[in-house]
């Protein structure tokens, strides 16, 4: 019988958080919006605000925290999030609530990316890859509980209180990580051109960009569900909340079957769910008509969001294994590049007066977009091989 791995759920502790902070402005989205005096689109760019904030930030971060020992880089990393959280509760206005996202966003990048460097070498080689999707079954599970009662939350006392009580996650995690990591060794300080150089290769940089369109296409849906719904399914506030359970689990399946397929191949754990995600969103506008139709089409499209993470996060820093913690960091910078990228494309449809209908085509297109890119790195790297 295996040992039950403490640090990994002390981990996930944390991915639950981060998650609950992340992903529940999408199903407040027309509270807050209301609450700050804001469009629709407008409140979405806190969405983008904060994927910008984590690309910007899981870089710096990880360079920042690098000379500490894990345990505690973690620790502070949980911190910020933590104040970001008390922050945005107490945000008197847009643009105060705009900057208190950035915030909160500066600990996500480099938590996830150190997280993932540590939850690889806690196990074999060859079980990495599930290592790390265990890490991640945190954020995936956030979506399952955390977030649908953050939007419970937000919707039944108010959007301040949602995030006010995220904060208390944040405090919980910091105490799982100082009772289940060891206090390890101080860190070096970092080689910064040398592992800055490493990600400027191309394999590293196809890795990155597949990790981008990825990312784009799950939340040019994702970020505007609620509305979607609402206008489409004609869905009320509880069953906007029960989609976004149905996601949540959709998120667990697809983690946990990315990350087995993934140690099986990472390519072609990459290549087969980008190519389900793509299908299942450009026939998304004939599902969601329906409550029924978008239950099942949302439980799909979850999973084969989510079972993208682990192969993408692997392959990084496989390719990068010359800076594995900074290219790990900065394939969640990726990520929510993506993210804002997504939630743009989203809003620049609803702008537009495209119709609600054309938000999942856009993301289907971003994913089959990502799939080609897939295709002409292996392309490459057999080209590279042969000569």
């Known amino acids: 019988m295996r040992k039950f791995n403490w640090p990994l759920l002390a981990l996930a502790v944390g991915a639950f958080g981060i998650g609950v902070t992340e992903f529940s402005p999408m199903g407040m989205l027309p509270v ?71 915030v909160t966003s500066l600990n996500h990048g480099a938590f996830f990316g150190l997280g993932s460097v540590v ?20 954020l995936t599970l956030a979506n399952v509980g955390g977030v649908p009662l953050a939007t419970w939350i937000g919707q039944s006392l108010g959007w301040r209180e949602a995030f006010g ?29 040398q592992e800055l150089r490493v990600l400027t290769r191309p394999d590293v940089l196809i890795a990155l960009l597949t990790t981008v369109l990825g990312a784009s296409a799950m939340f040019a849906l994702y970020t505007y569900v609620s509305p979607v719904l609402t206008t489409l399914a004609g869905a ?72 993208i993470v682990p192969p993408v996060q692997m392959r990084v820093m496989q390719a990068a294994a010359g800076a594995p913690g900074l290219a790990s960091s900065v394939n969640i ?5 993506g993210n804002a990228i997504g939630a743009a494309l989203g809003g620049a449809v609803i702008a537009a007066d495209l119709g609600y209908a054309a938000v999942p085509v856009v993301g289907g297109l971003t994913a089959a977009t990502g799939l080609a890119l897939v295709w002409l790195g292996r392309r490459q790297t057999a080209l590279a091989c042969e000569a």
């Open 165 to 193: 009580g995220t904060a208390l996650l944040g405090l919980l995690t910091m105490a799982a990580l100082w009772l289940a990591l060891p206090v390890g060794a101080a860190g070096q300080r970092p080689a910064v051109r």
């Open 236 to 307: 009320s506030d509880g069953f906007v909340t029960l989609a976004l359970v149905l996601i949540g689990l959709g998120f667990t399946f697809g983690n946990w079957l990315g990350g087995r397929v993934a140690d099986w191949s990472l390519d072609g754990a990459t290549a087969i769910f980008l190519g389900a995600l793509a299908a299942i969103m450009l026939v998304a506008p004939l599902t969601l008509g329906s409550q029924i139709g978008a239950a099942i089409t949302l439980f799909l499209w979850g999973a084969a969001a989510f079972a």
């Open 32 to 102: 807050i919006a209301e609450g700050v005096g804001v469009s629709i689109p407008s409140a979405g760019m806190l969405v983008s605000a904060y994927a910008i904030g984590v690309m910007v930030g899981a870089p710096v971060m990880t360079l920042i925290f690098a000379r500490f020992g894990k345990r505690t880089a973690l620790m502070a990393l949980m911190a910020i999030f933590t104040l970001g959280n008390l922050l945005s509760a107490l945000s008197p206005d847009y643009w105060t609530l705009l900057a208190s996202r950035v």
């Open 119 to 138: 939850a690889a070498s806690l196990v074999p080689k060859d079980r990495q890859a599930s290592a790390v999707a265990t890490m991640f079954m945190g």
């Open 333 to 337: 910078g990726a990520f929510n590049l």
